[in-house]
């Protein structure tokens, strides 16, 4: 049976904004307190999702949630209209209020980890909703997530979905930007390489000093125990604490893997040629030929791959079995790693083709293509069963467009987030949105 791996890529939401949320994302900080233009972004995104989908890729689309998070707001004590819960947060508790604003669910690679059918002892596609309690306004996500996940894929004959884990720092969990899957065929069981930045319950993991690893060990065990994964499909391996400390705060941003290919940076692991013998043992043990590029930090330095995101890319398989590299567009105004890439594309490797993206938007929130969107791998029946107003098609993408143009500001600053007006709109969007992609009712103000 044939199988693929279908992109969901986020949907930018209406409340864009640069909120300065994420410590040690160094793009989030230093941006923060910029005007934002959430059209501008929600329509690169599309854009991108567009081409993919030209390109013979099959496209998938996952919605953004409701903001501001009201009923976040109420749990935190504020009361009364949800015009009086957004003024009183406004004027006693701004980050609370921006907080609840950040449109980060765009970030899907961070939504949840998903581990196809052919690895799953029960033989479904699994998913598991990321807690991403590192930073609260990531952590109201993982509810309405868990519902829009279930609407995508509602058959449980084919998907299991599984709630976020505990929501301590313990079991800090993101998902699949720390999570990489290696085969020969995306139908066959492949191996299942999970990145963590600590340990909760060993000392004997060092950690970073300055910056949070926001994913333990502990959480990626639970994951692979709670998708069923056997042993041999499974590795795990320690992001350099260094690297979290000179900004890497998920692995996304100095690794990709596809099919039998890591593409790394020299320092972005601990121990890493035993990782890679494991890697390469595991697969082979499969049928694969486990194959690793490391770019070398005497071409390009950890900074310059923080700032320009090269590794933060889609690697995507052509039908002629070479690869091809999706990149930011700030990969190209960077003359060290756009140098890197000539070479790389010319060496006459596996990556033949690199294609440039405007994503400038998200960029400035630290998320770059392989952000925003997340992977699964999925055979014939398993596409087919997959709700079909979420797959992009060319009237999906110009009836998105037009809800974009019709619904969406194009300049958002702080002040603007206490508007209550701001809220109303969001709400007509995602109400439309709902019956466009054809979801149902997802969002709190829909089922409350
Ligand atoms: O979690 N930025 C996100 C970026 C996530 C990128 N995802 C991956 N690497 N997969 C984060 O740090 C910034 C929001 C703000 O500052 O307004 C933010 O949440």
Not at 326 to 334: D, G, K, L
Request: one cysteine or more; glycine letters at 8%.
């Amino acid at each position: 049976m044939k199988s693929c791996e279908v992109n969901f890529d986020g949907l930018v939401g209406p409340t864009h904004n640069y909120g300065g949320l994420s410590y040690g994302n160094v793009a989030s900080q230093s941006n923060s307190q910029q005007s934002s233009n959430p059209k501008e972004a929600a329509l690169q995104g599309l854009a991108k999702m567009k081409a993919l989908m030209e390109m013979g890729f099959v496209q998938g689309v996952l919605a953004p949630q409701e903001r501001p998070d009201v009923a976040a707001l109420r749990n935190l004590g504020f009361a009364g209209t949800d015009a009086q819960v957004i003024e009183q947060a406004a004027k006693q508790a701004m980050p609370l209020l921006v907080a609840s604003c950040s449109a980060s669910s765009m970030w899907v690679a961070n939504a949840a980890t998903v581990s196809p059918s052919a690895d799953t002892a029960d033989g479904r596609v699994h998913f598991t909703a990321a807690n991403l309690n590192c930073k609260y306004h990531r952590s109201i996500e993982h509810p309405t997530t868990s519902r829009v996940l279930g609407a995508m894929f509602a058959d449980q004959q084919h998907f299991a979905h599984h709630a976020a884990l505990p929501a301590v720092a313990q079991f800090g969990d993101e998902g699949a930007a720390n999570h990489t899957r290696f085969c020969c065929d995306y139908g066959e069981a492949g191996v299942e390489f999970f990145v963590f930045g600590r340990s909760a319950f060993d000392t004997r993991y060092p950690s970073p000093q300055k910056y949070p690893a926001r994913q333990t060990l502990e959480a990626s065990q639970a994951v692979a125990r709670l998708h069923g994964l056997s042993e041999d499909g499974v590795v795990f391996g320690q992001q350099n604490p260094a690297v979290i400390d000179a900004g890497v705060f998920h692995n996304d941003v100095i690794a990709v893997g596809n099919g039998e290919v890591l593409f790394y940076h020299e320092d972005a692991f601990l121990d890493t040629e035993q990782m890679l013998a494991q890697l390469q043992g595991k697969l082979g043990q499969l049928g694969g030929n486990f194959q690793s590029i490391c770019v070398p930090r005497s071409q390009v330095g950890v900074e310059d791959a923080v700032r320009s995101y090269l590794f933060n890319s889609q690697l995507l398989t052509r039908p002629d079995g070479t690869m091809l590299l999706i990149v930011p567009e700030e990969c190209r105004n960077n003359e060290r790693v756009w140098q890197y890439l000539q070479g790389l594309t010319a060496s006459g490797g596996l990556i033949r083709e690199v294609n440039v993206f405007d994503l400038k938007q998200s960029m400035q929130n630290g998320g770059g293509p392989a952000c925003l969107r997340l992977r699964v791998a999925l055979n014939e029946t398993e596409l087919a069963a997959v709700n079909p107003g979420v797959i992009m098609t060319p009237p999906l993408y110009d009836t998105l467009t037009q809800w974009v143009d019709k619904h969406y500001r194009d300049s958002l600053r702080e002040t603007d987030l206490a508007d209550p007006q701001l809220l109303l709109e969001c709400r007509t969007a995602l109400d439309e949105l709902t019956q466009i992609l054809k979801l149902g009712s997802v969002y709190p103000f829909q089922i409350n």
